[in-house]
């Protein structure tokens, strides 16, 4: 390419520029004189005005293709550093053991990720910190102000028990529930008529709010399999299977749940008793 604008530029400025010719003049003295007079004008009267400017023409034309990029000069885009080729002959330098040199563990194969000779691993010389617990448990957190809003758009019914599968099916809470769901007492101050919820956690302020409006909150609880029963009971009819029974809570999680969770989802809230309802009870009968 570079070439081929040398090439055609020396060709313009040859036919285009005049150039000055050198010329035997008699002088007035014995010896001859070398003068540079300019170009003399064409003999030839048939290449005078026509001839120039097609020669001028055609030499536009050609500094105007060649300023242009042409296909023939497209090249694609290769990397300059080609990928070595191993055992493609000695030529390469990289031939025969292809740059593993000669016998060894690691000329016959890859060696065991992170072993080190024989002596004893990072892995293993350095400390232990922490633990992950396999009981841990991972709540969805819902305000109460989030609540009030739904009710306010007419989403969730407020005369009705609000389950967590409620709370999922209006987009209260994400639809990955791993541990369950904690009321939280955000937007408190929106909760002004008596609702009754059925959560699995919930905070002081959030109770002592609802209980304050004249509603209720129970603390239900469900294992894995339960959850999946209460959020999708169609799983179930899909696979031609029964609801499963509702699990009890392990030892550890008695003092925090009120009852056991209700499958399939309930509609109506299980009342609370106090010590003097149970002791009218007990009395009349």
């Keep these: 390419m570079l070439l081929r604008r040398r090439l055609t530029s020396l060709l313009s400025t040859s036919i285009v520029s005049p150039r000055p010719t050198l010329t035997l003049t008699p002088s007035p003295s014995s010896q ?70 000669h016998k060894g563990q690691k000329a016959r194969g890859s060696g065991k990720l992170g072993f080190e000779g024989g002596q004893t691993p990072l892995r293993r010389r350095l400390p232990k910190r922490g633990f992950k617990n396999p009981f841990s448990l991972t709540f969805q957190p819902v305000g109460l102000g989030k609540i009030a809003k739904l009710i306010n758009a007419g989403k969730i019914d407020s005369s009705e028990l609000i389950t967590m599968k409620t709370l999922k099916d ?5 639809k990955q529930i791993k541990g369950g769901v904690r009321l939280m007492g955000r937007g408190a101050e929106h ?7 059925e959560v699995s956690r919930v905070t002081v302020r959030a109770k002592a709010a609802v209980e304050a409006a004249g509603g209720s909150v129970r603390r239900v609880y469900y294992n894995k399999l339960g959850f999946r029963a209460l959020l999708t009971p169609e799983w179930f009819e899909k696979k031609g299977r029964l609801l499963p029974r509702a699990a009890r809570p392990p030892p550890k999680q008695k003092d925090k749940v009120d009852s056991i969770g209700r499958l399939p989802a309930p509609t109506k809230p299980i009342p609370f008793f106090t010590e003097e309802n149970e002791a009218a009870s007990g009395s009349s009968t």
């Excluded at 209006?170 to 994400?174: E, L, S, W």
């Excluded at 909760?191 to 919820?197: G, R």
């Design 32 to 101: 001859s004189s070398l003068h540079f007079l300019p170009h003399s004008p064409n003999p030839n009267p048939s290449f005078s005005a026509n001839g120039k400017a097609s020669a001028l023409g055609c030499v536009q034309g050609v500094r105007a293709y060649s300023s242009l990029l042409s296909l023939n000069d497209l090249r694609p885009r290769v990397p300059r550093k080609q990928k070595t080729r191993k055992g493609r002959g000695i030529g390469s330098g990289k031939g025969k053991t292809a740059g593993r040199g």
């Design 170 to 174: 209006t987009g209260a809470i994400g």
């Design 191 to 197: 909760i002004k008529w008596p609702i009754n919820l």
